[in-house]
C-alpha cells in the first residue's frame, strides 16, 4: 500500500500545473486526503484537504487559485494549481487515510506520498 505522487516541475509566474496522487496496494477504502507542502528552510504546511464525500478545505494563501479534487474509482486525487506565485515553490506532498482489509478487520492507516517537486520561477 503506497501513495505515489506526480506532475511537479518548473512553471513561471502566472502559470498552473496539475499534481496527481494515486494509492496503490490492497486498499478497501480511502477516507480524508490531502496536500501539504514544504518550502525551503521552513515547516510543512497545508494546502488542501478532501474527504471521502467530496467537501474540501482549503490554505488561505492558495483559496481561490487552487482546486482539490479526486476520482474515487481510480483512487486518485488532484491538485489543479493556477495563477501560481514564487512563493508556492516547494516540495509538494500527498497524504491519505487508507483502509485495508485482513481477517476480518478494517484497518485505518495514514499515509504520505513521496513529494513532487513544484518551481515557479521566471
Known amino acids: 500500500v503506497q501513495l505515489q505522487a506526480s506532475g511537479g516541475g518548473l512553471v513561471q509566474p502566472g502559470g498552473s500545473l496539475r499534481l496527481s496522487c494515486a494509492a496503490s496496494?490492497?486498499?478497501?477504502?480511502?477516507?480524508?486526503m490531502g496536500w501539504y507542502r514544504q518550502a525551503p528552510g521552513k515547516q510543512r504546511e497545508l494546502v488542501a484537504t478532501i474527504t471521502s464525500g467530496g467537501s474540501t478545505n482549503y490554505a488561505d494563501s492558495v483559496k481561490g487559485r487552487f482546486t482539490i479534487s479526486r476520482d474515487n474509482a481510480k483512487n486518485t486525487i488532484y491538485l489543479q494549481m493556477s495563477s501560481l506565485k514564487p512563493e508556492d515553490t516547494a516540495v509538494h506532498y500527498c497524504?491519505?487515510?487508507?483502509?485495508?482489509?485482513?481477517?476480518?478487520?478494517?484497518?485505518?492507516?495514514?499515509?504520505w506520498g513521496q513529494g513532487t517537486l513544484v518551481t515557479v520561477s521566471s
Open positions: 496496494g490492497s486498499i478497501a477504502g480511502i477516507n480524508d
Open positions: 497524504n491519505a487515510d487508507l483502509v485495508t482489509y485482513y481477517s476480518g478487520h478494517y484497518f485505518v492507516r495514514n499515509y
